[in-house]
């Protein structure tokens, strides 16, 4: 029998009430916490004489800035410099994510491998990656390895242009030159046929059943028509090759060693755990799939491809999603290094203007809507491999 109480006029019972009272006690003590922090912050700030608020973000930074995808110059204002410093963050955290991948499936694939000596020497590179500080991989690849290249002068030529020394990587330029707009309306117009014949193998396939090499099919009309508009225009497409001159080399594209360092740490450090999740993913695929594919007479570069990635992803790619975020949170490392990312001509900014309270602010959001947006391109991603009973 209930014998809960209710009132009559509002229907709630004792026990409702009560919990709705706790639950606004708890809220307003909240608000009177984040209140008083506020209060004491605004207190603070008027005592040391700071200002609060973003209009400094306009004022003249006078930054010198090294690295920078976007002009600049030390009499652009504090946000512009910020603005730099998102650029390089973005840059190098886009590139680690992709090289990142490809070693990690490499590795991950190795773990698995019936070649012993590759399946250990995986094993010893993911254990000594993932049981080192982030922090100590790049200071040994920046003092040790890096350092240890030669001088500009006896750089070591890998091709022509292409040069490497201790004050960094050196390529040629990319130069658009006359009909490169031509260019580029054809490369798209031969990316959208590409396409159209990729989709069309894979409904040829559903209907008949034969199995038409839609990738490879659509990747050789891609580079065809590319090839035919590229000599049609003339070769629209120039290249500054680096030249040595003085002591340094001039023009060209100049990958500086700090860039270089938190780049490759980044890579190999992020790689050992993508490593794992691979292999973790491989494992979780049931025997039985491996067993039918060898019985079949299935090679094993084929069995890896169609059989175990696809079903692995399902497991792979939620911890994976983890481990981009980990890996953009981890580029903020290269203030030890001396690259110009988001935190380091941040904390310069602070350390003229004492605008801590708002720069703190500005990291976490864009650290924030960065993450978000991985999360949410990989959980769009780990919903279309998810199995879907019929």
Known sequence: MNTTKRNPKSGL??????????????????????????????????????????????HEAGLPIGDSLI??????????????????????????????????????????????????????????????????TLFFVYTVVLASLPHPRDAIELAEG?????????????????????????????????????????AYKVRTGRSVPGFWGGLVILVILCALSYVATDRPIGSELPVYKGFNFKGGLALKPEFAALLIGLVLYTAAFIGE?????????????????????????????????????RVTIPATTNDYASLVKNSSLAVAIGYPDMVSIGGTIIGQNGQAIEIIAMWMAVYLTINLIISLGMNVLN????????
């Open 13 to 58: 019972s004792a026990e409702s009430l009560g919990s709705l009272i706790l639950q606004a006690s708890v809220l307003l003590a909240v608000l009177g916490v984040a209140y008083l922090l506020f209060a004491n912050t605004q207190k603070n700030l008027e005592i040391r004489g700071i200002e609060s608020g973003f209009s400094f973000l306009w």
């Open 71 to 136: 002009d600049y110059d030390p009499s652009r204002g504090y946000g512009y410099a910020f603005l730099v410093g998102v650029l390089n963050t973005l840059l190098v955290s886009a590139l680690a994510i992709v090289f990142s991948t490809v070693l990690g499936i490499i590795v991950g694939v190795s773990r698995v491998s019936n070649n012993w000596l590759l399946a250990k020497c995986a094993s010893v590179y993911v254990e000594t990656l993932r049981n080192l500080p982030l922090l100590l």
């Open 162 to 202: 292409y040069y490497i020394s201790k004050r960094g990587i050196y390529l040629p330029r990319p130069l658009a030159e006359d009909g490169f707009a031509v260019f580029t309306v054809a490369a798209l117009v031969a990316l959208g046929l590409a396409l159209v014949f990729w989709r069309w193998a894979r």
């Open 277 to 313: 999740n691979v292999r973790s993913g491989i494992q979780s695929v049931h025997a039985g799939q491996i067993e039918a594919a060898n019985a079949l007479g299935v090679s094993r570069g084929v069995v890896i491809r169609q059989v175990l990635l696809p079903q692995a992803l």
């Open 383 to 390: 919903a279309r491999v998810q199995i879907v009973e019929r």
